[in-house]
């Protein structure tokens, strides 16, 4: 198993700091790849980055919640698509990559390193 970065995603950067196997990059360009994304084949899945992501984007794989209830002035990051932010008592499916339809948020981060720029990101 592995974590998974979500759409809460706002680019922080305190999960990169912790993790003990380098396994999380952010995305470049940006505008295609805007979260930060792990790595589903190094991850160890110690859990390191959970407790530092301020904006609790980062879950589990099978622990990702289907029906989560956004906050007032929290903000989301759509896969696709201009970032947001709740006016509270929204309710969005967070196993999903927000934006692209039938894509799902765990498939973005493997996306990112099998088919996108992954680890050369650092590099951009």
């Known amino acids: 198993m592995t974590h998974v970065i979500t759409a809460l995603c706002l680019r922080d950067g305190a999960c ?3 993790c003990p196997v380098e396994c999380i990059v952010g995305g470049k360009p940006e505008n295609e790849w805007p979260w930060f994304f792990i790595d589903p084949n190094t991850c160890i899945d110690c859990g390191a980055c959970v407790p530092e992501c301020p904006y609790e984007a980062i879950f589990p794989l099978d622990e990702i919640p289907s029906s989560y209830e956004l906050k007032p002035g929290q903000e989301v990051q759509p896969f ?3 970032r947001w932010t709740a006016a ?3 309710v969005i499916d967070l196993t ?3 934006g692209v339809d039938g894509y799902t948020a765990a498939q ?3 996306d990112f390193y099998a088919n996108g720029p992954g680890y050369q990101a650092r590099n951009m």
């Open 108 to 110: 973005a981060n493997a």
């Open 80 to 82: 696709r698509g201009e």
């Open 88 to 90: 509270g008592g929204e």
């Open 16 to 18: 990169v700091d912790v």
């Open 96 to 98: 999903m990559a927000q």
